[in-house]
């Protein structure tokens, strides 16, 4: 499942990955980046990504959309995870845009949110 909010008086969305996700979630969490860098000039993510479950074509798909329209609005991405894989994809995939990455551990969600701030 993921599930996602806003941080009260901040442009943070924190998202949380636990399990499977479809593309209305997906969908979802889209548009609600959409419209925190509207409201505030553009938007940062922490995504705490513990299992992904299984994963439909359809959901990845979506996902591949929300990343390419987040990336223009995106500022910072702050990954926390234990999934080694994907703490080298982060890297991987962020050099071609002009976002900052940073990957923390599942207990450095903290210091995770300290990074957008700064």
């Known amino acids: 499942m993921l599930t996602f909010g806003t941080l009260p008086d901040e442009a943070i969305v924190e998202a949380r990955l636990e399990g499977g996700t ?20 553009g938007v940062k993510m922490l995504f705490v990504f513990k299992d992904m479950g299984k994963v439909s074509f359809g959901t990845v798909v ?7 329209e987040l990336f223009s609005d ?15 994809l982060t890297g991987i995939t962020s050099k071609p845009f002009s976002f ?11 210091a995770a949110l300290a990074w957008l701030r700064g």
């Open 74 to 88: 995106l500022e910072k991405l702050a990954v926390v995870t234990d999934k080694g894989w994907y703490q080298r």
């Open 100 to 110: 900052e990455t940073e990957t923390f551990s599942l207990d450095e969600r903290d």
């Open 62 to 68: 979506e996902g591949i959309k929300a990343d390419l």
């Open 22 to 41: 479809d593309e209305s979630e997906m969908k979802a969490l889209r548009e609600e980046c959409e419209r925190v860098a509207r409201e505030r000039g």
